[in-house]
């Protein structure tokens, strides 16, 4: 099993950036595909980034390529959301999730991930 902390959200203006971070606990961390989520108010939870077990493929939703970058250190056992050019539809609560089954390719799917972080909240203003 792995427990997930999410930290680093905030209020910051269009066009910023912020960087989120999620500290796994266990000693099998590399062994997880890690995933960032996010819920905007009265919307489904929907996909944003996965990352590989080793760190050297990434996925992402088309809505944040190119302005988002998610990224992991084993050692530390850490994953990254860094997010650049923000924008007001951005503003949502964002989770980090791990799944020890299947390749990051396919995991895209919410239901592909078995735990969770309690949810950092991002507010981009206008």
């Known amino acids: 099993q792995v427990q997930l902390v999410d930290a680093g959200g905030g209020l910051v203006q269009a066009g910023g950036s912020l960087r989120l971070s999620c500290a796994a606990s266990g000693r099998t961390f590399s062994s997880y595909v890690m995933g960032w989520f996010r819920q905007a108010p009265g919307k489904e939870r929907e996909f944003v980034a996965a990352l590989s077990r080793s760190g050297g493929v990434t996925v992402y939703a088309d809505s944040v390529k190119g302005r988002f970058t998610i990224s992991r250190d084993n050692a530390k056992n850490m994953v990254y959301l860094q997010m650049n050019s923000l924008k007001p539809e951005d503003t949502a609560v964002y989770y980090c999730?791990?799944?020890?089954?299947?390749?990051?390719?396919?995991?895209?799917?919410?239901?592909?991930?078995?735990?969770w972080g309690q949810g950092t909240r991002v507010t981009v203003s206008s």
């Open positions: 999730a791990a799944t020890s089954s299947g390749v990051v390719a396919t995991r895209t799917s919410s239901s592909s991930y078995d735990y």
